[in-house]
């Protein structure tokens, strides 16, 4: 298994480029914030995500990614970071289906408070008219074939590779509210905006020799609340690792060291977290779980 981490918020050469004769590659490498990735495992190509715009597929380009030969590509939850790209991935590849969840939707919005009393709705949401002018290019999957306590999946669209959704035992409807008032992030359902569920989030899974291997690109619902989501979607099974964004960049310190120590209990092997993290929330991270967590960034190429 190799990944590829197509776009992230870092450069590559943020402390990462020990040769100046490997300044001129990490130059034609474009950071922005989002996330883009591709996965080559048992011989298939696997796409996660296509960030803010098209720069992941120049990307793609200066690292010898051909994104034509990509088999499936996966959006991990309806926001712009991670799927305005998506239209530059169908101008590349003619072949390719796009995954997205069942509830995915053109109407995710962010909440602004102004003056306290005050609030307005930014959309953040995947770009109007798209769902409906690529139709043919996506699948929507999720609902159908989950173990008990878990009708949101696990869907197998490669051989050992699964798409799973949110467990409701473990991620609660309460918790879902908090994290969306704390974040500031809605939908919006029949005219009228609520907090947003994550209903439309998603993670991708790889079972592996090493064990299963998450990736889900912001987790909204919490990285450790992911985990323990997987252990029930596939008992028995070691999880070695996970990668994505935690969305911890505006959590306060004791909030993210206590996340720290609940993903140390859970005893994952490797995290490779960047994007919505926060490089202040991965400086504590790495303090408490050592070299078990790592940096990610544009460029960076992980082998399992």
């Not at 992941?56 to 712009?80: C, E, P, R, T, Y």
């Not at 053109?106 to 602004?112: A, I, L, P, Q, V």
């Not at 209990?265 to 993290?277: N, S």
Request: charge should be negative; proline fraction near 2%; include cysteine.
């Amino acid at each position: 298994m190799k990944i590829k981490v197509l776009i992230d918020n870092r450069e590559k050469c943020a402390g990462n480029c020990a040769q100046e004769s490997s300044q001129a590659s990490c130059k034609a490498l474009v950071p922005e914030w989002g996330l883009s990735a591709l996965v080559e495992f048992n011989g298939h190509q696997v796409l996660l995500d296509t960030g803010a715009s098209d720069n992941f597929a120049s990307n793609a380009g200066a690292m010898n990614v051909d994104l034509s030969k990509v088999d499936v590509a996966v959006l991990s939850h309806a926001h712009f970071d991670h799927s305005n790209g998506m239209e530059a991935f169908f101008a590349a590849n003619d072949r390719a289906t796009f995954y997205l969840r069942e509830t995915a939707g053109e109407n995710c919005y962010h909440t602004h408070k102004f003056l306290k009393f005050f609030t307005y709705q930014e959309y953040i949401g995947i770009r109007r008219g798209w769902l409906k002018r690529y139709s043919n290019r996506i699948k929507f999957v999720g609902g159908q074939g989950g173990p008990a306590g878990n009708p949101c999946g696990p869907v197998e669209i490669l051989p050992s590779v699964f798409l799973i959704g949110h467990n409701n035992e473990v991620f609660s409807a309460e918790d879902r509210a908090a994290i969306a008032a704390r974040n500031g992030l809605s939908v919006k359902v029949n005219g009228k905006y609520r907090p947003d569920s994550f209903d439309h989030e998603q993670s991708l899974v790889f079972d592996t020799a090493q064990g299963l291997f998450i990736m889900n690109s912001c987790s909204h619902g919490g990285a450790d609340n992911i985990v323990k989501e997987i252990q029930l979607a596939f008992p028995g099974k070691k999880i070695y690792a996970m990668l994505g964004g935690f969305h911890l960049y505006r959590t306060s310190d004791s909030q993210v060291r206590a996340f720290a120590e609940r993903l140390r209990e859970l005893d994952v092997q490797k995290i490779y977290t960047g994007h919505c993290t926060g490089d202040h929330a991965y400086e504590i991270l790495h303090n408490v779980l050592g070299d078990r967590a790592e940096q990610m960034y544009t460029g960076m190429e992980i082998e399992v």
